[in-house]
């Protein structure tokens, strides 16, 4: 009895992590945008923090280069990217891309979103700044920045 309860226990738990870990990072991200967010990444910098967002191709069209692109925070400020890596060429498009940005961290405050391609994804969703350990870095896989008692 004790090992058929662990073996559904083990199953229940590797259903709910797949779950967890192949769900999309905004429930509904705007198809004009082209990309979708896979995962934020935030590492405290001296005070300053660096949020790296990764975002994976969702359609046929290509980023657009000549259009600009904002992360708008929580106070209204749009930031650029201080670096932008592209995975895919020009010629035979872009596949993903990161960018990076430079913040101070009050600019974690509130909701965020990242406009490019003439559309906004969410970045995060709530309210609260995480809690990030310094010299580590924090990965978010939701927009809502809230770890969970799992751990993520």
Avoid: C, Q
């Avoid at 405290?44 to 949020?51: A, E, N, Q, T």
């Amino acid at each position: 009895m004790l090992r058929l309860f662990l073996a559904l226990l083990l199953v229940s738990l590797t259903i709910l992590a797949a779950m967890i870990w192949s769900g999309k990072y905004d429930g509904s991200p705007d198809p004009a945008a082209r990309f979708e967010i896979e995962a934020v990444r935030l590492k405290p910098d001296r005070g300053y923090v660096w949020l790296e967002a990764h975002l994976k191709k969702s359609g046929d069209k290509d980023h657009d280069l000549r259009k600009p692109v904002r992360l708008i925070t929580g106070d209204g400020i749009e930031h650029e990217p201080a670096d932008t890596t592209f995975s895919g060429s020009p010629e035979t498009g872009f596949t993903e891309i990161w960018f990076k940005f430079w913040l101070e961290k009050k600019a974690l405050e509130g909701p965020m979103v990242l406009k490019l391609n003439d559309a906004e994804l969410m970045v995060k969703s709530t309210a609260e700044t995480p809690e990030l350990p310094a010299g580590k870095d924090t990965v978010f896989r939701s927009s809502k920045w809230k770890k969970s008692w799992l751990g993520f």
